[in-house]
């Protein structure tokens, strides 16, 4: 629930958002939503990151709607980006506790 509200959040709490975010927030927040959705999305990482990106995409849309905000692609890439250490950190983890770990890739 809490990842589904990451989106909205600038919206239902303005004033804490409305100042500078450390653009470095993106890369844990979605490597946390990729562990998040993984199981969720069948253990399929391109879903799963397909998924990150989609929550990427609308967030930046919402953000058009936010005065002293905007549409940023960067920020898209970087939110990919997080999803993909997430992916990572997954797949190390399965490796070191599962050798029998498939990715469906």
């Known amino acids: 629930a809490v990842f589904i509200s990451i989106p ?17 927030l993106h890369y844990p927040v979605y490597a946390l939503m990729f562990i ?14 397909a998924i990150c990106g989609g929550f990427a995409i609308l967030d930046e849309f919402i953000q058009t709607f936010i005065p002293s905000r905007t549409f940023e692609g960067a ?4 939110d990919i980006g997080g999803a993909l250490i997430g992916m990572s950190l997954v797949f190390l983890f399965e490796k070191m506790f599962n050798n029998k770990a498939t990715y469906g890739l």
Do not use: E, N, R, S
């Open 36 to 49: 998040f959705f993984y199981p969720l999305a069948d253990k399929l990482p391109l879903k799963t990151v």
């Open 8 to 24: 909205l959040a600038p919206i239902l709490f303005p004033k804490i958002f409305l100042g500078a975010i450390p653009t470095w």
């Open 75 to 78: 920020d898209i890439v970087k």
